[in-house]
């Protein structure tokens, strides 16, 4: 008897149209015979469309306004055998949604409301990681209020950091409000800049002029495996927006040209990662790699990544051997497991 999967996709964060290609990619390749797949785009506003106007955005790539209510529908949702939450950032990648389905019964794909939660989270990851031992670059925490009211010690902690460093909001993802800062005169631009997109930021020392990024997948639940590790090679001073989501910005090259130590250690810190913050069903975690040392520094767990046939988890567990059909198919299979 065929499995009845919801497959979820828009959402309301910067993500939406990337939701929208991967959601196209993942109802082409779930095998027919085994599943009876529904589509729903929940737009920009948090709507969820009925059928009709589902088909037109994931056609179109835009979702129009309108719809019912998350909750209203979520609560109808009892009838399938699982959910596919391909959902990117806030509001779908950040336990939200991953507690809705928990509170309605329902399987899912991917981490639960913890692993999701605290992986969105940055500067939550960055104290589970520190304390199950994973080296990270150096980092800061602002808070808005502090920076109100205080702002001298925010810049204190900052040049303690020594220009440049990062400045990120702590619950964006796909590198959206996150600023490289050359100058201390550039320091206060960027800061207003995160603060209009979230009331925590996190200050961030750069590591090398330009290390080397690498990033593995992760597949399972309580038994997780690791992909072959992969590396992007691009132009710009660091991986933003606009590298990521133009063609031709950036380069893929998996397996990485990495010792082979590296390779292993690489693939043994994902693990641990993923293990450490409670992940469930996927994650790509992603490392800087400081060749003048040899240091590897976790930058980043992303529980839901990008999955398109060409995004770099798909492309990582193709060159483990695994389709892109097969790898949808295990994720379905790994959210009916009990756990």
Request: cysteine-free.
């Given at each position: 008897m065929k499995?009845?999967?919801?497959?979820?996709?828009?959402?309301?964060?910067?993500?939406?149209?990337?939701?929208?290609m991967s959601a196209r990619s993942v109802l082409n390749a779930l095998p027919r015979d085994q599943f009876d797949v529904t589509p729903v785009v929940i737009s920009k506003q948090g709507r969820w469309l009925p059928p009709t106007e589902t088909q037109r955005?994931?056609?179109?790539?835009?979702?129009?306004?309108?719809?019912?209510?998350v909750l209203h529908r979520a609560a109808s949702a009892e009838g399938y055998d699982a959910v596919f939450p391909l959902l990117h950032g806030p509001m779908g990648e950040d336990g939200t949604v991953q507690g809705?389905?928990?509170?309605?019964?329902?399987?899912?794909v991917g981490s639960g409301?913890?692993?999701?939660?605290?992986?969105?989270?940055?500067?939550?990851?960055?104290q589970v990681l520190a304390s199950a031992g994973i080296p990270q670059v150096a980092w800061q925490l602002a808070v808005r209020r502090e920076w109100q009211q205080q702002p001298d010690s925010v810049?204190?902690?900052?040049?303690g950091l020594e220009y440049p460093l990062f400045v990120k909001p702590a619950n964006l993802g796909s590198s959206v409000g996150i600023s490289k800062v050359a100058r201390a005169e550039d320091l206060d631009a960027a800061l207003n800049l995160a603060f209009r997109l979230d009331r925590r930021v996190i200050l961030e020392a750069m590591t090398a002029?330009?290390?080397?990024?690498?990033?593995?997948?992760?597949?399972?639940?309580?038994a997780p495996i690791a992909s072959p590790v992969?590396?992007?090679?691009?132009a710009a001073d660091f991986y933003d927006y606009e590298t990521k989501y133009t063609e031709g910005r950036a380069t893929m090259h998996i397996p990485a040209p990495l010792p082979a130590d590296v390779a292993e250690q690489v693939r043994t810190l994902a693990l641990r990662a993923f293990r450490a913050l409670d992940c469930a069903g996927l994650a790509r975690v992603d490392f800087f790699y400081l060749e003048e040392t040899g240091e590897l520094?976790?930058?980043?767990?992303?529980?839901?990544?990008g999955f398109t046939t060409t995004s770099m988890y798909p492309k990582l567990f193709e060159a483990a051997g695994l389709s892109y059909s097969a790898l949808v198919t295990r994720l379905v299979e790994l959210a009916l497991e009990d756990r």
């Open positions: 499995k009845r999967i919801l497959l979820l996709a828009g959402g309301q964060s910067g993500e939406h149209e990337v939701s929208l955005a994931l056609e179109s790539g835009e979702a129009p306004s309108g719809g019912d209510l809705l389905l928990t509170l309605a019964g329902i399987p899912f409301v913890l692993g999701s939660a605290v992986s969105m989270d940055k500067v939550m990851t960055k810049r204190d902690r900052a040049a002029h330009k290390p080397r990024e690498v990033e593995v997948g992760i597949l399972g639940n309580d992969g590396e992007l090679q691009f520094l976790l930058n980043e767990v992303n529980t839901m990544p």
